[in-house]
């Protein structure tokens, strides 16, 4: 068995609303630091980051999933984490085509920098990432599930982009088991708030836009690192 302590929502600087230390190496080192050896990255409808935050990873011994925040139509954030490059590839390109363009404020939202694993800018992505994509969260699980992937709606307790505050609860048609909570309420205090989504497993992120803000609020023991292992140790276990 693998004991892991997981934060699987991190972006980097291809997030707008990230630091402009968001890069590769750093991650990797404020991950140690915090004694976590698990992470995803997970920038807004993008994954061209991911890459290059893996190849830092293995060449430290940190395990890095490639993924993706995504927005849906209902203005509702959801975390999709993969084994692959090339399954999150094919979901970039299905985003790439839903979502709506819209040239990047840079002044008003901030950059969006696709890196190396240097972190050099390579290019500035043009379109606004802080948009919702025009697919349905049912769609969007059933995309990232056929993909191989695991689709986890984030920060449901939050106003903001949350998926209880968008749709007063989980969809009976909506076919997840994990629900990722923010930092500011425990589970304890989730579960009385929401008694009807005990039967859900919950991860806590810690939504890491900053160096300062990762959590490693998740611990489990999973039997190898694929991503069915990771997801049947979360449901086990958180």
Not at 14 to 36: H, K, Q, T, W, Y
Not at 88 to 113: H, S, T
Request: hydrophobic share 45%.
């Amino acid at each position: 068995m693998i004991e892991f302590r997981a934060e699987l929502h991190v972006h980097t600087v291809l997030s707008p609303c990230a630091g402009r230390d968001m890069l590769p190496e750093a991650i990797v080192e404020a991950a140690f630091f915090n004694e976590i050896n698990l992470i995803a990255i997970t920038d807004h409808n993008a994954g061209y980051n991911a890459g290059p935050v893996m190849k830092v990873g293995r060449s430290q011994g940190l395990m890095v999933l490639p993924g993706m925040e995504l927005e849906t139509e209902e203005e509702i954030h959801s975390i999709c984490l993969f084994d692959t490059l090339a399954q999150l590839r094919a979901l970039q390109k299905i985003v790439d085509e839903k979502l709506p363009y819209f040239p990047n404020n840079e002044e008003f939202f901030g950059p969006q920098w696709v890196v190396d694993e240097k972190g050099k800018i390579i290019r500035t992505e043009k379109r606004q990432l802080l948009f919702p994509v025009q697919i349905s969260i049912q769609d969007a699980c059933r995309i990232v599930t056929d993909l191989g992937g695991l689709f986890i709606p984030a920060h449901v307790n939050r106003e903001a982009y949350g998926l209880l505050a968008r749709l007063g609860t989980v969809p009976p048609d909506l076919d997840v088991q994990i629900l990722e909570i923010d930092r500011r309420i425990t589970k304890e205090a989730f579960f009385k708030r929401f008694p009807e989504l005990a039967g859900y497993r919950l991860i806590q992120s810690g939504d890491v836009h900053y160096l300062d803000g990762f959590l490693g609020a998740n611990l489990f023991s999973a039997k190898n690192t694929s991503l069915k292992a990771i997801k049947e140790a979360i449901l086990n276990n958180c």
